[in-house]
Structures are given as structure tokens and as C-alpha cells.
């Protein structure tokens, strides 16, 4: 079984390298790369090979082609000595980052999308995690879908604009990239940011993920521990165009407001929400409704408003990222950079697509949900079955585990 999984994943290596041999040039190395620490994940060893630097963005792209590895990696950190061992590495600054990624959005279609697949009997039910028929281990499978991805690129979205609006980030200073799986890598290199250490960056990510954010303090209607209850008369008004948290909040409250029937909590007060958002939409004030109607929807808002980051990525300050314009081995898709003025059109099942479509090769399926990959459409596979796939389809599907090259 093994030698099958062996050739496969030979295949896609040869793949990669036929790709890079013409696609170097895609291969972007960030800023100063001479500062920087690069990685890489081999296909034939199966491991982590860090700590290498080279000297331009030249050198990075023909060591990446020569290699031709599964993934590659840079650091968001710049070092006096990229190569030496970390502690010795002489950390100087880094880029501030940010990692989006489908699996912690509350998609709901996430849960189906994690299932085990014996890669000869195909899916395993839910819950077993052994094949059987054969007693083999299933490998475990993460799918993405478009409903995922269209959260994760919206998700990307918000954070661009509150780095720009409220964090002072130049919009020449962002660049936004698809990972080449689930998600979105988002750096800022604002020169204002580049020297913030671990904690610094331990608090910008409680502002934009609203860790410990006090509605009261922001003039918004809600508890005073002992202090009795706030008078909602006296509170400043509700203004859309406020910046920073408190507009955020009242903007998403005047949202919620639109739909009151979907926040669970808003049933008890009856038709007030429709009367709120009538007296709201001349002139907004506190005092139209209860303290307690107000604090469930600020509640609501601030939920909706939290920015799904991975704290972890954002407050490590030694973190590899990603390289951009290599491929993904997970996928076979181009991890790449996504201009900000493209985002919003941006199709990553279509634009990351860059293996051969005219070739085709046999593959055995041992599963596959329905998918759209690089413009076409490929039905489910509920059985395992031999069927021929170009290039780009068969590598995501070897990749993510659902099936192995035909011999
Ligand atoms: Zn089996
Ligand atoms: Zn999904």
C-alpha cells in the first residue's frame, strides 16, 4: 500500500519541480529577504529543513525551484544572523501578521468537512478511525468548501479595513494572500509596527478579537457594577460615523437591528426592536429602550463583530509564514498574493490554479465530495473508483489524501 502512496506522492514532487522549472518567477520573497530566515518542508525527508537564509530574491527563487519542495516557508522576522540558531539569530523587528483560516470561522458546513478515508476502501463512517475492512488507520481529511473560503475572504476583508481605518496601516502597506488551502495570510509592514514585541501584539490582538473590551467605558449603555443602573438619557448618542469600537458597535447593533428576529434573547421585547429602529433611522438615541434590550444586542454585536484570528501567528514573533508564490502541498494550489483592489472578486478555486489542465492522468479515488476546482465541475465519488483527472485535479486530490496515482 505504502509503495502506492510513495509513487503518488512522487508524482506530485515531479509535478512540482516541472512547475517551478518554468514558474520561478512567480516565487515572491517579502522585503528584505537577505534579513530574513527561510524553510521548507521536503518530500523526501518528511521534515522541516529551517534556518537557511540567502542573500536576494533571486537567490530564494532558485534555491525554491531546485528544491521543489511541499511547502516553503519565510519568517516574518528580520534577523542580523538569519541562519545562525535561534537564540542567536539577532532578532530585529518583524512584519506584523495575521492568520485567517476557515476552520475557526463558525461556518457551520466546517464540522462535515473533517472525516477519515482509508485510502483503498474510501470513507470511513463517522467516528471510526479504522478501516473495517482492512484495519488500516484512516487518513484524516479536511475539505474546503465555497461557503468556507467566501467566509474566510470576507473575514480578510473586515481585518484590512480596520488595520487601514483604526490601526494606521498604509493600504501600500498590506498585502492580503490566499494560503493555497483554507485561508488568508494578511502582513502589515507599517514601519510603525515592525518593532512591537510579544506583548504589544498580545494587545492588538485583544482590540481586534474584543478581549476584554468594556462596553461602559465606550459610553454604551450597560452594567455598573454597584453603581445602580446608567442612565440611558445621558449617554452619548448612537452615532454611525463614530470611529474605532464604539462605531463598530452601534453600526453592527443598527445592523442586527434590520433582522432583530435571528438574536436569540430580543423575542421578550416584542415589536420594540421595529420602533427602535424606526426612531433610529432620525434620530438615534439610548433611551427609546431598556438597559437590558441594549446590553443583549451589544452582546450580539460585539460577538459578531470579533475578528476570527489566530492569536497565536499574530503574537509570535518568530513565526515562518508562508511563502508567497509557491505551491501549497496540500492542495496543489498557488499560495499568492491578492492585490487589495482584487479582493473582492477573488476566486481562489479558479485564480490559484496553475498546474496543467491539458494532460490527464489516472487516478484511483478512494473518495471525494463534489468540487469546483480551476473551472470545472467534478461530481462526488461515493465508491472507490479509477478515473482519469487532469494534472491539477488529480495533485489536489492525491494531496488532501482522497486518492492515489493509477499504475
Ligand atoms: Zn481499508
Ligand atoms: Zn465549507
New binding site residues.
Partial sequence: MSAIVDRSSAFVRQVFKDFYRENANLISPPPKPEAREFGYWSFERGEMIRHLSFRSSEEVRSEVARVAPLHAYRSAAYYQYPSAPMEEKGWTAADLIFDIDADHLDVPCVSQHVYRV?I??GLLEAGAKT?P??G?VGREVEWVCDTCLGAAKAEAVRLVDILVEELGVGEEEVEVGFSGNRGYHIVAYSPDHLSLDQMARKDLVGYLTCVGLVPGLLGLPWRREGRGRPRLDLLPPPMLQQPGWRGRIVRRIYSILQRPDVVHGLAKYGDLAEDVRESWSTEPEWGVAPLGFWTTLIEEAIRQEALRIDPVVTTDIHRLLRLSGTLNGKTGLLARRVPLEMLDDFDPLTECVVLPRGRRVRVRIAYSPAFRLGGEEFDEVVEPRSTELPVYAAVYLISRGLATLET
Wanted: with cysteine.
Fill in positions: 482509508c483503498v476502501h478501516c475492512r482492512c488500516s
